[in-house]
């Protein structure tokens, strides 16, 4: 690599959709462009050790949270560091892995924008929300079926938690370049039970690309942008992007803003992807608008 | 810790007194003051993984020598590192362990002066050898009773680390400030079978201590300094401290030294301290050469 890579952080509570995200960027920008960090390896505990700790995976007190601002300081340096690394199926520590910094680093984490230092090693900052209906399936079933919890377990540590995630993972909302939020979008009629629409706020603390000037207004059914005011009253633009548009139209506006980017290659089919075979356009979309902001546009 | 931390890296051949000559400093510097690093932990390979190498233990590459480096300057700056664990015991990697440096470092290992970027972070550099037969002798019974070798299973692996010994392991003795053999000095008519006696090279690349202002003329027979030529023609230093020498005289010099470093504290038993209850006056005066180094003479 030549000198420093560019970083993108994706901070959010467990369930959001964090790895999806960005495991999405890694695969479209490709292995050898893209490095993919997760945070969560930097737990300090093991599983049944933290069971004695009075607080949660959650708090900072449970995470190396000064080796953590190190090791990105020392990615976006573009140096190599040897991780650690947390078996979330067995919730034990071991061997850690040595992770080499590629041209784009895309980190995921519960607490990736919790300090000062850690914010500062990012180019992009990114915190993901979940409508908490949709985030409390997804975590009981994910770490029922992956981490070999009960579902009370789960639903246990959810209480535990939310005095936490409140105090430390919530907070690192006002601190994002872009906030994305997966959810019905209730001005607009759509209920839970709907394929979930993205409200993006797009912060002036960072440039971003021109999408008035990408999506051509026909395709405003899908994707319109709304100048507001976020919620400490600074102006913002919030983008939405509506889950029942038609597809065709969709696509079209993920093509637009594709070959903005000045790519030869086709529209990458593993954004938008979720697992098992299933599909969120709003995700693909917010993807291609994370990967405008890594890739720049065509010169 | 308030600034930056003094950095002493013993470095040798294994089995060579690396961890008894590092560990008596720590354990009379004191743990609140003193940090032990080893630098054997950064082996990239489990011991079975290993077997599958066409290379050792010994060799660079069977050993995260970039991260090493990084660790070493991230210590010297006084910054914590999470350090990687291997467990002699059982050839296996485990969970990383955290290591806040103290005042003072030390750090032994197989190469922790191998390359320029490791040895500038050290403010005193030692390089430890050991009588050839002794060393097999102790590396023998050493891996057998606390590693699980067999006896032949170790000397097939003395016959395949000579060759990496020869090419990055004993190079580093050219690069040590101090050189420390515990040998028989062959012409003083010592033998194998005595007590090793010990010759230190105080190389002109640091200020040493005024060992001649420090130690009297009449405990010359325990110690005694002489200008010689090193391997490369370069004026040295050579310090002789004879193991035969009696016990009371060895002992005054012991104290000599001691009390030039003004520590109200009496003469630490741990300096000098084999196994098993047995000693080496030598060691022990080599240790306090080398304590003379880092804690400076009284003000």
Same sequence: chains 1, 2.
């Avoid at 949660?56 to 953590?68: D, F, G, K, W």
């Amino acid at each position: 690599m030549d000198g420093r890579p560019v970083m993108l952080a994706v901070a959010g509570d467990s369930a959001t959709g964090k790895t999806t995200l960005a495991s999405g960027l890694v695969a479209a920008l490709g292995g050898a462009r893209a490095t993919a960090v997760n945070l969560d390896h930097y737990h300090r505990h093991e599983r049944e050790e933290r069971a004695a700790q009075p607080f949660t995976a959650l708090h900072p007190r449970a995470n190396y949270m000064e080796v953590m601002a190190q090791h990105l300081q020392l990615l976006a340096l573009g140096q190599p560091v040897l991780q650690p690394v947390y078996d979330h199926a067995t919730g034990r520590l071991g061997r850690p892995a040595l992770v080499r910094p590629a041209d784009y680093v895309i980190v995921e984490g519960l607490l990736g924008l919790h300090t000062k230092l850690t914010r500062a090693c990012f180019d992009v900052t990114v915190y993901v929300e979940l409508a908490e209906p949709v985030r409390r399936m997804l975590k009981i079933s994910r770490d029922v079926h992956e981490r070999g919890y009960t579902e009370q377990q789960v639903r246990d540590e959810l209480e535990r938690r939310e005095a936490e995630a409140a105090a430390f993972v919530r907070p690192q909302r006002a601190h994002a370049d872009i906030v994305v939020r997966f959810a019905p979008i209730e001005e607009r009629g759509e209920v839970g039970t709907d394929p979930l629409s993205a409200t993006v706020l797009l912060r002036p603390t960072i440039d971003h690309p021109d999408l008035a000037a990408i999506v051509s207004p026909e395709h405003q059914k899908a994707i319109h942008l709304k100048l507001m005011r976020d919620d400490d009253g600074k102006p913002v633009d919030a983008l939405h992007v509506h889950a029942y548009a038609p597809p065709d139209v969709t696509r079209q506006v993920q093509e637009a803003i594709w070959s903005n980017l000045g790519s030869q290659r086709p529209l990458p089919a593993c954004l938008g992807r979720l697992g098992e075979g299933r599909r969120s356009e709003p995700l693909a979309i917010v993807q291609l608008i994370l990967l405008h902001h890594l890739l720049g546009p065509a010169a």
